[in-house]
Structures are given as C-alpha cells and as structure tokens.
C-alpha cells in the first residue's frame, strides 16, 4: 500500500495536469470562436466568387481546352493533399485524416493511377506519412492554427503549378471539415482538375444564377475571365479547407481536453480518497500500538 | 429611397467582399473602379458587367459628395441590376492607411524578403506584403 507521502505527490502532480489541460481547453475554446469567425467572414467572398464562375462559364460555353478543367486521359501520378494541424494533443484529429488520405490513395491506385504522391500541409501530417514511407513532395507548416489566405496562394500555386506542369494528374485534397463543435468530419474533395459540376453550380439557395436576365458585357471575354477565375476558385478552396481544418483542429482540442481535464478530476478524487483511507489506517494503527504499549505496562 | 425616376435618386448597392470579411456594404451614387481595360465608371441603371480589376484605387461616391476610397488588389467586379459587387483579396479604407506605418510596413517587407532566402512560404509573404504597402502608398500620395 503507497504511504500517504506517495499518494500526496500524486495528486499534486495530477493537479498541475488538470491546470495545463484546463487552459489549452480555454484557449483552444478562444481560438476556436476566432476560425468560425473567419469561415463566416468569408463565406460572402466564396458565393461571389461561384456566382461570377458559374455565370462566366455559362457564357464561355465550351470548357474544354482550359487545362485546370480538362480531364486527363494518362493516370500517371496523383497528388492527396493531406490537411492536418501542426500540433498534437487534440484527440484522433490528425490520425483522422492520415487515415483518410492513405485510403485515398489507395483508391486512387485501385481506380487505376501509378503512383500516389502526398502534399502534406501541417508538421504532423507530414511527419507520419515520412514516417510510414510514404513520399511527400512538399510539406508546409507554420500555419494550420491560423491560416490566412496568402497562405493559401503558396499551397495552391505549388499544387496548381505541379499540376499545369503534368506531375500530377489529378489533385485530391483530404480535410477535417468543421461540422459543429462536437462533430467534425473527414472531407475528400477532387481540386484539381476543377470539377465541372463546381465550375457551374450555382451556390445558394435563392437559385439566382447570375446574370440570368441580361447579357452581361464581359471585360475581358468571359472565356479569358473564366481562366483567371479558376485560379481564385483554388486558392479561396484551399483557404476554406484551411479554415475549416483550423477551426476542427480546435473544437478537437477543445474536447480532447476536457476529457482530460474530467478524467484528472475524477482521478483526483479516487487519490484523495485512498489517501484519506491510507491516514486512517495510520491512525488506527498508532492507536492500536498505543493501547498495546499501555496494556503491556499493566 | 425616391421613386421618380432619373439616375439623380436612383442609387447603387455596393458590396465589397474579401476573403477575410466584408470592406464595404452600402449604398452609394457612383462606383469607379480600375479595371484591367481602364478605369471603369458604374452609375445606377448601368448594364451588365463583369470586369477584371487591377490593384489599385477604388472610389465610391456616396450621396452627399463624399467620396469612400479603397485601396484594393486585383480582383473582380461585377455590376447587375444596380448591385456591385466587388470581390478582391484584400481592400483598405483610404482614410485608415497611415503613411508612416504603410511606409515602415513596405521597407519591413523588404527586409523580409532578403531574410527569407527560399523559404517559399516567407518568399511569398514578403511579397505579397510589398505588393499591399506599395499600393497603399501609392493610393495615399495620390494627388486629388
């Protein structure tokens, strides 16, 4: 049985526990209410920017010839971009998505692609899939807290680029998408090339095309609009992706840690209670020698 | 709002978007932006347009003569049925862009770039932040 000493330092030490997973929890409950923020804040930039590429496609009519929509014929070589957070400690977060962009990849290879190669944005994704043998061609950091959109453009101009390039053939992008605090969901998205059903669709729920009613005056040709639309569409994609994988990564945390932190106190009260039945037993103890001691006198 | 007609009551709704939340989402009498074909002007019952626009200055005439102005990168217009809106990566408010710190801003972005030797990532950063303080700048010192 631990002596009372013993018992004493642990609970110390799961109380010191308790206090970091306590704060981590309030930060990351902080940081979190900060990323939905963000996703609100550019939710009204990402439906203007379907709207006009919906509305510069229909006017460009034929799509085909634009090299970020053409589907290839070769399945060379596929790239996943895996989105996991730069820091651990947030519950199945970024195992969640190595899983997911592993089989991914997979699928990939089944559907009939030579190779599989992983972009990894953030330092644990990168890390595990080096670890696992995997061959990553980039791996970015830094930012996965708070991403901003610049740091979007250099992910998306790297895959964009190796893509234009014929490295890869087809781009998929693997992220945790925030759903609600206590849910979050792994997505599988095609980027690239940009699926048609995305260049066309019409975002909201109103069903309002754009420029239904009236021809409008495109300044350039839509066709020269539409290419250079489709490069904002990647980059505003990815920055949402980002986002929504920050604002997960929090709500994780946030979880995570609150389990933690419940489990300290629940482990806190067990302790306290073996530490008050080791004192009592002491006591018992000391008596019972005490009355022996007298007894032996009389 | 009025509704006799004529363009003199009539006005537009301009919203400027970018992807870190709204700039601007008002209405006003006159839109002038810088398209990549030339400064384009929007009054009210303007046609159809999509535009192309360049980094620049954009001007939003508001009723009483008061002029917003914004210093805004590339991006995209698009004008239907008196609604502007305007969807660029980022857009200042003239009258917030101090000169001294848009100037500190510019020759901290320079040293970045030197510092970052090829770390893309602070590559892109440092420019794209050069990019921002020379286009406030050049906002600010223009003449009016």
Redesign the interface.
Known sequence: MPSQQDIKQRIRSVTGTSKITRAMELVASAKLRRAQL?IE??R???K??A??MS??ARRAGNLSGIPLIEERDERRRAAVIAVTGDRGLAGAFNVNVVRAALATADDLLAEGFSEVVFTAVGKKGGGTLRFRGREVDHH?Q??SSEP????A??VA??VTGRFLEGETDRVVLVYNEFKSVMEQRVSVEVLLPVPRGAVEAVPDEEGQP??S????????E?DV?LA??LP?YIN?TI?RALLESAAAEHAARRTAMRNASDNAEQLIGDLTLAMNRARQAAITQEILEVVAGADALT | MSTTSGTGQRQLSVKVFTPEGTVHDGRVRMVIAPSVEGEIGILPRHMPVVALLKPGETRLRIDDGDDVLLATTAGYMSVEDDNVVILVEQAEHHDRIDRARAEAALNQAREDLTAAGDDEVLVHHARAAIHRAENRLKVVDRPR
């Not at chain 1, 901003?148 to 740091?151: I, K, P």
């Not at chain 1, 009613?213 to 350039?220: I, N, Q, R, V």
């Open positions: 963000r804040a550019l009204p930039y990402a203007g920017m709207q006009l509305g510069a970015f830094g930012f901003t959109f610049d740091d453009h250099v101009e790297f754009a420029f009613k009236a021809l409008a005056e495109f300044e350039p839509p609009l250079r639309l904002t505003t920055y």
